[in-house]
């Protein structure tokens, strides 16, 4: 590369192959040139509409004079409160910004002031009266305010107590297949739904996105949770569960890996788990005769963060990677859950090897699903033993093909879609 050359890796960085000596007369060029590239970036990059998710948090506000938005970082969360807030004529903090801090020194007056600013928000119809707040971990807090009157809390504190008991939790995460559209299912497989990593202008970028979030997470988000783990443990633990992942926990295996017990193997889980960046998809047991598998299943939640830890950088060495089947299943799952909730979900597994990758109780209702990654998907003896034994009300197949079709009269073998719609369809 010729003296003055510079190459662009990506939009946000610009890598200099010059002589030293060369690098002081550039540095301005070139630092005002990778400054307009994420410009033109930025520019290029259309908002997603999340109309769900909005309604969702809106009905939580009519419902309860707290609503939370919790999620991982970087999924979302503060752009949807702005949103949030911008229609109701709502206040925004941001609790990360000092001058914001500042004037929540003293909460009662500055909340009240805006009040007496806006008399119309009293009323009924101006709609729920809110502030909104965004903090470092849980984000986008929306409070009335005559709620707001008490002290607004870090997010490690009790909220909730805070604001006298009530509060309708939302769980948030990064882009759903209803949100991107099934033209870009693939994309969103592979990259992953976290908005920056998703609008990537390419695969590399995307890929460097991912690598960089997990090491700001566990350099600088972990010890900001208080947690005391040192960053390279945590980094070969979720690197360890990434290969586990739909696998069954075995808290003692990997505990024996890391050197540590498996009770503090386990609370390296719950950390993760409740940090948004793993889950534990819990066993269905009831009284069938059958020795059931009681330990939960453990997934990296977002499919493009675990493509990241297995070093896999696209489809193509997706597509030839051993993990190909399970993170299609952690993918499926995370689509299914998004759009009916996660608090009525498990797995099913017995010690004889049946087993079913999903069951959902929704509607009283028990849904099934098992996902495969494969060109015709059959019926199967598992299959055949779930519907029996849990009494399922039907059950899906889903697969990455576009076709759909029978294989039992309860089962249906079809594409993520269109599962997705007949569960908003309630069929």
Do not use: C
């Given at each position: 590369m010729a003296n003055g050359e510079c190459r662009l890796r990506s939009p946000f960085t610009v890598r200099r192959s010059m002589p030293l000596e060369n690098l002081n007369k550039n540095r301005i060029a070139n630092d005002v040139l990778a400054f307009w590239m994420v410009l033109v970036h930025i520019s290029n990059i259309k908002m997603i509409p999340r109309p769900e998710l909005v309604e969702t948090v809106n009905d939580g506000l009519k419902l309860s004079p707290v609503t939370l938005i919790l999620g991982p970082r970087q999924c979302g969360k503060t752009t949807l409160a702005r949103m949030i807030g911008e229609k109701q004529a709502a206040t925004y903090y941001d609790l990360e910004n000092p001058?914001?801090?500042?004037?929540?020194?003293?909460?009662?007056?500055?909340?009240?002031?805006?009040?007496?600013?806006?008399?119309?928000r009293n009323t009924p119809a101006s709609g729920p009266d809110a502030?909104?707040?965004?903090?470092?971990?849980?984000?986008?807090?929306?409070?009335?305010?005559?709620?707001?009157?008490?002290?607004?809390?870090?997010?490690?504190?009790?909220?909730?107590?805070?604001?006298?008991?009530?509060?309708?939790?939302?769980?948030?995460?990064?882009?759903?297949?209803?949100?991107?559209?099934?033209?870009?299912?693939?994309?969103?497989?592979?990259?992953?739904?976290?908005p920056?990593?998703?609008?990537?202008?390419?695969?590399?970028?995307?890929?460097?996105?991912?690598?960089?979030f997990v090491q700001t997470f566990?350099?600088?988000?972990?010890?900001?949770?208080?947690?005391?783990?040192?960053?390279?443990?945590?980094?070969?633990?979720?690197?360890?569960?990434?290969?586990?992942?739909g696998g069954i926990w075995n808290g003692s295996e990997i505990g024996a890996s890391l050197g540590v017990t498996h009770h503090a193997a386990r609370r390296y889980l719950d950390t993760m788990s409740?940090?948004?960046?793993?889950?534990?998809?819990?066993?269905?047991?009831?009284?069938?005769?059958?020795?059931?598998?009681?330990s939960p299943k453990v997934y990296v939640r977002d499919s493009g963060l675990l493509h990241a830890l297995l070093g896999i950088p696209g489809l193509g060495a997706l597509q030839g990677h051993p993990k190909l089947g399970a993170s299609w299943e952690g993918f499926v799952?995370?689509?299914?859950?998004?759009?009916?909730?996660?608090?009525?979900?498990?797995?099913?597994?017995?010690?004889?090897?049946?087993?079913?990758?999903?069951?959902?109780?929704?509607?009283?209702k028990r849904w099934g699903f098992e996902i495969k990654y494969q060109?015709?998907?059959?019926?199967?003896?598992?299959?055949?033993?779930?519907?029996?034994?849990?009494?399922?009300?039907?059950?899906?197949?889903?697969?990455?093909?576009?076709?759909?079709?029978?294989?039992?009269?309860?089962?249906?073998v079809c594409p993520l879609k269109e599962a997705l719609d007949e569960l908003a369809r309630g069929e």
């Open positions: 001058r914001d801090l500042a004037r929540l020194e003293h909460p009662l007056t500055v909340l009240e002031a805006a009040r007496a600013g806006d008399p119309g502030v909104v707040a965004g903090v470092g971990g849980p984000e986008a807090v929306a409070l009335p305010l005559s709620v707001a009157r008490q002290r607004v809390a870090g997010p490690d504190e009790e909220m909730l107590g805070d604001a006298g008991g009530a509060g309708v939790f939302r769980g948030h995460g990064g882009f759903t297949l209803g949100e991107t559209g099934v033209e870009r299912q693939t994309e969103l497989w592979v990259r992953g739904g976290f920056d990593l998703f609008l990537a202008p390419d695969e590399p970028s995307s890929l460097k996105w991912r690598e960089d566990l350099q600088r988000d972990i010890p900001m949770l208080g947690i005391q783990v040192p960053p390279v443990t945590l980094h070969r633990f979720w690197t360890m569960l990434a290969h586990y992942h409740g940090a948004f960046m793993v889950r534990q998809l819990r066993p269905w047991f009831e009284n069938a005769g059958k020795r059931i598998v009681k799952i995370e689509q299914i859950l998004s759009r009916v909730g996660e608090r009525n979900a498990y797995f099913w597994a017995t010690h004889g090897r049946a087993e079913l990758d999903l069951m959902v109780l929704a509607k009283g060109d015709a998907p059959v019926m199967t003896k598992s299959l055949h033993i779930a519907l029996k034994d849990l009494k399922l009300e039907r059950a899906w197949i889903v697969y990455p093909g576009r076709e759909s079709y029978p294989v039992h009269e309860q089962v249906r």
